[in-house]
């Protein structure tokens, strides 16, 4: 019998009486109801605790997941910080399109670049915002064509420069945004590279101007050096003519008196002949011709006039010469002389030794090689 069965009957039915078959019936279905009601109780206490057990578990699963996500959300979170931060913080504009080519994020700087008006941006108006850059160039045709085009090849990478109606350079590069094997969007930035271009251009007018000014200061230079020789030229030329004008008066005053001495000498000889006649008998005559003949005597008497005459002309242009070489070493002149003078003086002297009246083969073995007619 249950024990509290028994308990409340000693309390209640204990009498001393015997207890009659229905009686003891009812009380061990009682105490059967008892134990059962214990039974069940002990399986729900049980079942309970087990309950509890499980859901402590779980209450702790739910929380170490719960702090995970709370510092996956933090770490999320202060990602999207940094991104936000790296965003506003380059001096790029920056515009990120999704797979459909729908504008989906941008920071200021690329509205300041674009001066997109706020009320477009308050409601990320992309058709407006796109239209407004359109609006700053001046070939949004083909701006459109290429965001387009790489929309529909969203693995291609891109670069290209956009030209801007106030006058200003942007630079535009565009990668896709990858996630995982696949593509999800698209990024855009925009470079303003109009003052590096203007830079650009001034260092080269700066270098070309540099270029100009060397070559100048390389021409003056040059002309410095150039004068600088003819100068010493010029010096070298005072000191030749010095040198050749004093034996040059001697020669010529030697062989105008020497022509003198060969004339008289000729009119002498010449003398003689006319007074061949009266030495006919003589026997000196043939003696004297067999001489004039061996000397070659005509020849000689027209030969050595020519030879005098000519030597006379070679000093006259020596002289020349001389006064031209004494002309040029003028270095403090205005203007250098045109050496065509002296060129000319040269070449006519060195032309009358080539020409027709050559020396005389008698005489020629005499002159040096540097001079001999051939």
């Known amino acids: 019998m249950h024990r509290l069965l028994e308990k409340q009957i000693k309390r209640y039915l204990d009498d001393g009486q015997p207890r009659t078959p229905a009686l003891k019936a009812f009380v061990e279905a009682v105490s059967e109801a008892y134990e059962s009601a214990d039974a069940d109780r ?3 206490e049980r079942s309970l605790e087990l309950m509890s057990q499980e859901l402590t578990e779980r209450n702790a699963d739910l929380r170490s997941q719960l702090i995970e996500r709370q510092r996956a959300e933090a770490q999320l979170e202060q990602l999207l910080s940094l991104i936000g931060t790296t965003l506003e913080s380059t001096t790029d504009g920056i515009m990120a399109l999704d797979k459909d080519g729908r504008l989906v994020r941008f920071n200021q700087r690329f509205v300041e670049m674009w001066r997109i008006p706020d009320d477009i941006t308050a409601f990320w108006e992309h058709e ?3 239209g407004c850059i359109c609006t700053r160039l001046k070939h949004p045709e083909n701006f459109l064509a290429r965001i387009d085009y790489l929309c529909r090849h969203s693995g291609e990478e891109s670069f290209n420069l956009l030209e801007c109606l106030d006058g200003r350079l942007i630079e535009h590069y565009s990668l896709p945004q990858p996630l995982g094997v696949d593509t999800v969007g698209r990024v855009f930035s925009f470079r303003d590279i109009t003052e590096r271009k203007l830079s650009e251009e001034a260092l080269h007018r700066e270098k070309e101007e540099q270029q100009t000014l060397i070559k100048k200061l390389e021409t003056a230079h040059n002309q410095l050096l150039q004068s ?3 100068a010493s030229i010029g010096q070298l030329a005072a000191g030749v003519a010095h040198e050749i004008n004093n034996p040059i008066g001697y020669v010529s005053s030697n062989l105008g008196s020497l022509g003198q001495y060969m004339e008289k000498l000729i009119g002498v000889i010449e003398a003689y002949e006319r007074a061949e006649p009266d030495l006919s008998a003589s026997p ?3 003696e004297i011709r067999s001489l004039k003949r061996e000397a070659e005597w005509e020849y000689f008497r027209q030969d050595v006039r020519d030879l005098l005459k000519e030597s006379a002309e070679g000093i006259t242009r020596v002289k020349r010469i001389v006064q031209d070489l004494k002309d040029f070493s003028h270095v403090d ?3 250098w002389p045109a050496p065509s ?6 070449s006519g002297t060195t032309r009358k030794w080539s020409g027709s009246t050559a020396p005389s083969r008698r ?3 005499w002159l040096p090689s540097s001079t001999r007619c051939s």
């Open 42 to 44: 002990i399986m729900i």
């Open 363 to 365: 005489w020629s073995a």
């Open 341 to 346: 003078t002296l060129s000319a003086a040269k």
């Open 228 to 230: 600088e020789k003819m």
């Open 333 to 335: 002149q205005a203007e």
């Open 128 to 130: 407006q915002m796109i």
């Open 284 to 286: 000196l005559l043939e």
